[in-house]
Nanobody, 123 residues
Framework: VQLQASGGGLVQAGGSLRLSCAASGGTFSRFSRYAMAWFRQTPGKEREFVAAISRSGGSTNYADSVKGRFTISRDNAKNTVYLQMNSLKPEDTAVYYC??????????????WGQGTLVTVSS
């Protein structure tokens, strides 16, 4: 059972990146059963919620800090969730983690976590 995040890197302020998180392994054979989310964390700070998407992809939720700039989406045929990040700011610099849960995202505890991918935004 694995969540593999990728797509991080170094980008200038105002630029864009797209993160991917591929799910694999037994329990994720039915990827569409899972709500998915992205979180981020910087050193010395708690992990913070970024965005979540429902099992079907029909419903999303965003942190106020990224609303209008980031878009979460999913491709259930590819067992993958994405985070399109536009108009990046230096304060978006963090390690980004994907997470999964069988519960609806509004009540999820996020039982499964990926390993994280580093996003660095230079000013």
């Amino acid at each position: 059972v694995q969540l593999q995040a990728s797509g991080g890197g170094l980008v200038q302020a105002g630029g864009s990146l797209r993160l991917s998180c591929a799910a694999s392994g037994g329990t994720f054979s039915r990827f569409s059963r899972y709500a998915m989310a992205w979180f981020r964390q910087t050193p010395g700070k708690e992990r913070e919620f970024v965005a979540a998407i429902s099992r079907s992809g029909g419903s999303t939720n965003y942190a106020d800090s990224v609303k209008g700039r980031f878009t979460i989406s999913r491709d259930n045929a590819k067992n993958t969730v994405y985070l399109q990040m536009n108009s990046l700011k230096p304060e978006d610099t963090a390690v980004y983690y994907c997470a999964a849960d069988v519960s609806p995202y509004s009540v999820a505890n996020w039982d499964y976590w990926g390993q994280g991918t580093l996003v660095t935004v230079s000013s």
